[in-house]
């Protein structure tokens, strides 16, 4: 009797085929190596490769594919999301990147799975990390724009101006177009006006006005 296997079980499969030579009839070149594939899993799962090897295009008639503005490691995790339908990226750089490989071959999916991760991770990094942290969130913003990842930007550029005391003070937040720097000063956290009024509060506090009625 045959029994309908679970899509993790064809997945768990297909991952035995990743970057192995065996039934390979693709390869593709990058940074000056090579990373076999089958033709089969790329047309099912990637459209813009179902375009490419299906019609009258080069890749079309070709064995050994070119890739350009990809790293290897990069291009190696694009591939085990499209064998397995799962990623886990190093960290937020590698996500990005990933993002970025994922625009270029329309798996919009993808995008969401890695801007979802993105904005995980900097959510959970405390105030202190974000201050000392080397990565620079403006150029992400950028990235994410030119990449039209419109939810990663919007969330980013909120991210900004609600940890405006920390960004603020790195030298990247002068990089900030115009129109984000308005953004961000009108969304900003802590505002001018809290500022104001907390700074009025602590002087009154510490004046001779302010007394303890039970002391």
């Known amino acids: 009797i045959l029994t309908r296997k679970p899509l993790w079980f064809y997945n ?3 991952k035995f085929f990743l970057n ?4 390979a009839d693709v390869v593709f070149e990058i940074q000056g190596t090579t990373v076999p594939a089958h033709r089969a899993i790329l047309v099912a799962r ?12 080069m890749e079309a008639k070709s064995v050994l594919i070119p890739v350009y503005g990809v790293s290897k490691e990069t291009f190696l995790s694009f591939l085990e999301y499209l ?7 190093a960290g ?30 900097l959510q959970s990094m405390p105030s202190r990390e974000l201050a000392s942290m080397n990565l620079d969130i403006v150029d992400l913003l950028k990235k994410a724009k030119f990449h039209h990842s419109d939810c990663l930007s919007t969330w980013l550029l909120h991210f900004i101006a609600t940890n405006y005391l920390i960004f603020s003070q790195k030298p990247e937040f002068q990089d900030l177009s115009v129109e984000e720097r308005s953004f961000v000063e009108k969304h900003r956290w ?11 509060y602590r002087k ?3 004046s001779r006005k302010c007394r303890c009625l039970v002391m």
């Open 83 to 89: 064998y397995t339908d799962s990623c886990c990226p």
């Open 20 to 23: 192995k030579p065996m039934l």
């Open 46 to 57: 990637c459209e813009v490769m179902a375009a490419m090897f299906n019609g009258n295009y």
């Open 190 to 200: 802590p505002s001018n006006m809290y500022l104001k009024q907390l700074a009025e």
């Open 204 to 206: 009154y506090i510490h």
């Open 12 to 14: 768990t499969s297909l």
């Open 92 to 121: 937020i750089f590698q996500a990005m990147c990933l993002l970025i490989c994922a625009e270029m071959y329309q798996v919009s999916r993808l995008q969401h799975i890695c801007e979802l991760f993105i904005i995980t991770q």
